[in-house]
């Protein structure tokens, strides 16, 4: 299916309708509408429906490692719990966004990637930075906005895949799309299921998880007026094991809704009216314990044309979160509301492209809370772009956090200050070479202190962390050969210890490649990770992953599909005392119309 450049722009709401640029080519989480990539002025990477078709990967972290300065961290196989690190940051200081929706947990601040199906994702725009003024709190080490698959612009399209393979794995989706007229509707469903393997490596027991995933869309246009409704939804059973071996399974369902309004009053001012309900539930089925975050947001934003063809955005967001945890040490049930405010201005004279951002925030825990961001881009000739950018971003502190174990209501924002330096040259026609050096300084880092020996202590805003980092990349784009090199050096700093972060390598490169020849496709993915601390003085040690996939298209719409999952069968570890997937295959047939 088809994404087309409506479907695009209407994923994140205010968007300037740009037809002209391959979509390929195109992102939104940049600057909140349609841009050409190269006019980020930032880090960014795309990942396309056709990489995450061949990609063995069964969720979204699995996608996301092989990107330069992503790394995950995990407590076993399918299903378990995953740490996401952007440029060496928390996994709850990066956003997670389904079509423009942060999803993140309001319990732990982070998102549960584990169980984000891939089957219903149409791409995958990953900005590296801060971007707090563009999309508020948790957007410090960076932003992934996934977007989901809706029409395109066939009139009718179709199809399916089912696949199984290592593990009693067995994975499947089917999806519909229309686009006539004025009007557009989609649905696309997966379920994924596997006996999986043993979780911590002092075990025999399998842990299995099923997930059942779905995608509903529909919009019409009447007028110079567009309105649109969505739903995404994932729910299933997760099987793992506690900190003392007990076999435990509990009940997840994560979901967002949406429904919005699209008004171009003018030709030069369009405004967009979005209500969005996000939920993030956990229910263990071995106890009434669960923990439930009800979220709903209110969002007014609008893209005005201004002299030149500069671009002001200006936006209002109202929430209102509900928290509930029962069981455990320190239960709660507590409902919080937070307004913000934000503008941004983007300007283009000549070779030079600025933009610049600011946001306020006013929380009913945290307070009031001011940031901004400042991104300058230069054309050196026809072939280079370089670009700098500086920028404060904040992470109000989660519920648990303010009320559970340890819990203080009197916790600031994490705060950061970071500054970046980039430049992208292409070389010849189909080679470009990218370089970006990056510090991230963040400040107010909530940790829990000990006050009363041995277990009595308080979360405060204590901790400070250092990033220091430079990312290398190549990238040759051809008619039938497209290949990546990419490799991220980066000391990851305590500044109360000057200890290295736990589970974050100081340096790691990665590979991607694909051959299309006649109705064959071959590719692989390599991924090297060097050593990483972890809790009680552990090193984990380096590792190299290589997964590969192939394809065979027969008649018009059918294909044969392979992939073979840690090919050299590599013995690794991403947390002490947790088992990694071993070698695995999948064999599968896949049908579009």
Known sequence: MKLSTLTLALALGPASLLAAESLDNMVVTATGYATARNDALASMDVITAEEIQRSAATDIADLLKFHTGLEIGRNGGPGQATSLFIRGTESDQNLIMIDGIPVNSGSVGSTALQHIDPQNIERIEIYKGPRSTLWGS???GGVINIITRKAGEEALSYGGSLEGGSDATWRGNVYIGQAQDNHRLSASVSHARTDGFPTLESSNLDRGYENTSFNLAAGFDTGRHSFDASHWQTQGNNEYLDYFGNPLDQDF?????SLSWTAPFTDFWTSIVELAYVRDHIDQ????DYVHTDRTELKWQNEVTLMAADKLLLGLKSSNEDVTARGGFSPYDENTDFWEVWAQYDLQRGDHHLIAGMRHLDHEDAGTHFTWSLNYGYNLGDSTRLFASAATGFRVPSANERFGFGGNTRLKPEESTSYELGARHQLTEGHELSASIYRND???MIQWVLVTPPWIGYNQNVAKVRIDGLELGYDYRGDALSLHLGGNWQNPEDRNTGERLLRRADH???ARVNYTGGDWNFGGDLLYSGERKDFGGVTLDSYTLVNLNASYRFGDNWQLFAKLENAFDEDYQLASG????????Y???RYNH
Not at 253 to 257: A, E, T
Not at 285 to 288: P, V
Not at 578 to 585: H, K, S
């Open 508 to 510: 790691s490169l990665n």
């Open 138 to 140: 948790g957007a410090i």
């Open 442 to 444: 963040i400040d107010n």
């Open 587 to 589: 064999l599968g047939i």
């Open 285 to 288: 089925n071995q106890s009434s």
């Open 578 to 585: 947790y088992n990694t997937q071993g070698r695995a295959g």
């Open 253 to 257: 369902l994560n979901s967002r809704s």
